[in-house]
């Protein structure tokens, strides 16, 4: 079945720092690939997404390239701040057209300091 | 547009008991999911609906886990009875039917489940 494996955390870095959380998937055919957010007290938001080989998802400074020939789908952030701290998750969408579902990885908890 | 809503935020409740959880999707949206997070694991699937049919709750621990979604649009998630281990966020989310162009799905804030 579909599973996608996340880097263990936590991660620890201080602002401005450079930001590389791994996320490789397993699944059969091409699913969509997403990466949540889920802020201190929030839900799960949505960062970015990316539904085909070599599409990059970006948002607010974060970006993530689907790689099909490694299967992954690593986020990257050039320079983080203290308001990036969360949890980041990484997941996949079977999405056939009439069952789509999300298959998430564990999560990863990222703290900036100042 | 108003997001995913659910209710309770929090709740507290010694084993054996019952609890119930409700969520409200977006408004169009044709499919449901309720997910099961616990602390340290990324959310699990429990069940998923389209409009008010079953599409997928071969993860739902069926002997205490029951959920419903009349008329096809708000959802009622219940456990009776609870064990310590239900202890978890429980995510509502939806999706245009079939998820859309790209099965993105759009989370409620959760809620949280402490079973003493």
């Known amino acids: 079945g579909n599973s996608v494996t996340q880097m263990e955390g936590p991660v620890t870095l201080s602002e401005e720092a450079f930001l590389t959380i791994n996320c490789t998937y397993t699944a059969t055919g091409y699913p969509s690939l997403f990466w949540y957010v889920q802020y201190p007290g929030e839900g799960l938001q949505l960062l970015l997404k990316?539904?085909?080989?070599?599409d990059k998802g970006s948002n607010k400074g974060f970006e993530a390239t689907y790689r099909k020939e490694t299967t992954s789908f690593h986020l990257e952030k050039g320079s983080v701040q203290v308001s990036d701290s969360a949890v980041y998750f990484c997941?996949?969408?079977?999405?056939?057209?009439?069952?789509?579902?999300?298959?998430f990885g564990k999560g990863i908890t990222l703290s900036v300091r100042p | 547009e108003a997001g995913v809503a659910q209710s309770p935020r929090y709740k507290i409740i010694e084993k054996r008991q019952s609890v119930a959880f409700w969520c409200n999707p977006i408004?169009?949206?044709?499919?449901l999911y309720w997910y099961q997070q616990i602390l340290g694991q990324g959310p699990k699937l429990l069940i998923q609906f389209q409009n008010n049919g079953v599409v997928d709750d071969s993860q739902l621990p069926k002997d205490r886990f029951s959920a419903e979604r009349l008329k096809g649009v708000d959802s009622t998630l219940k456990i009776q009875p609870a064990k310590l281990e239900d202890s978890a966020v429980y995510l509502c989310?939806?999706?245009?039917?079939?998820?859309?162009?790209?099965?993105?799905?759009?989370f409620g804030e959760g809620s949280r489940l402490t079973v003493l």
């Open positions: 408004s169009g949206h044709a499919t």
């Open positions: 997941a996949l969408s079977d999405y056939t057209g009439a069952n789509s579902k999300l298959t």
């Open positions: 989310a939806s999706a245009p039917r079939g998820g859309g162009e790209t099965g993105e799905l759009f």
């Open positions: 990316a539904t085909k080989a070599d």
